[in-house]
């Protein structure tokens, strides 16, 4: 317990000679962020993922079987989007592949920008998910998760993705010390998914209480202040800018 706790607060507030600096919070925040926008994608633009491109290969499949409350062009258009986001983000990884932090925080930067417009979209329609609103915002929102997914790969802090878990709760059993293993980054991870998990009941509580708008603000507001972070916090020279070795 005490390793985990440990651990727990390593991640949370890393030391000064932490290889990943403030990373691993900020990684964090954008874990939240992406429980948040799929409780948006699934329960109100009709049943289709937007950062989890497992559970959206799968609905492709059930659609095309027939399963009426699935649509496969729905499914098709976020994975369309996450790969353009994807490539983008790639991209800015390129770019600033010599500083991690610039590369996050003009990724957040970006995404902020896209999720604004879903907000604006969302809040002239009056919540009102319409066809043309609903794929609007898949688009929109498919894209900034792409992008997020490709910037935390480069980024590469272990066990922080930002939208995946499946590996990450392999891990944390396959790893454990009942299994033999050394349980290394128990805390990390186990952070990892309740910030996803705190995510989605926020995101799924405004969604169900029919506050669309607002459920895209509290996606829009931390990734507005991790593009801040990010650009403030790697105004120096520390080590942790620098791509892991």
Request: aromatic share 4%; no cysteine; hydrophobic share 55%.
């Amino acid at each position: 317990m005490r390793r985990l706790l440990t651990d727990a607060v390593r991640t949370l507030v890393p030391g000064r000679a932490d290889r990943h600096g403030p990373l691993s919070p900020l990684l964090l925040v954008l874990t939240v962020v992406t429980g948040l926008v799929d409780a948006v994608s699934y329960l109100a633009l009709g049943h289709v993922f937007v950062a989890n491109m497992t559970g959206n290969v799968v609905f492709l499949g059930f659609a095309l079987a027939g399963a009426e409350s699935l649509s496969a062009l729905a499914s098709a258009v976020a994975m369309v989007s996450f790969l353009l986001g994807a490539l983008t983000g790639g991209r800015i990884g390129t770019r600033f592949a010599a500083h991690r932090g610039r590369l996050l925080g003009s990724a957040a930067a970006v995404q902020t920008l896209l999720v604004a417009v879903t907000v604006v979209v969302a809040a002239v329609s009056g919540g009102r998910v319409t066809t043309g609103v609903q794929y609007t915002l898949i688009v929109l929102l498919g894209l900034a998760m792409g992008l997020q997914n490709a910037v935390a790969r480069r980024l590469g802090v272990t066990d922080l993705t930002t939208t995946v878990l499946t590996l990450t709760l392999t891990g944390l059993a396959a790893d454990s010390t009942p299994a033999g293993g050394e349980a290394p980054r128990p805390g990390r991870r186990i952070l990892s998914v309740l910030a996803m998990f705190l995510g989605a009941l926020a995101g799924a509580g405004l969604i169900l209480n029919g506050h669309l708008v607002w459920a895209l603000v509290a996606v829009l507001v931390p990734l507005a202040a991790v593009a801040v972070a990010g650009h403030r916090l790697s105004a120096g020279t520390a080590a942790w800018i620098r791509p892991p070795s």
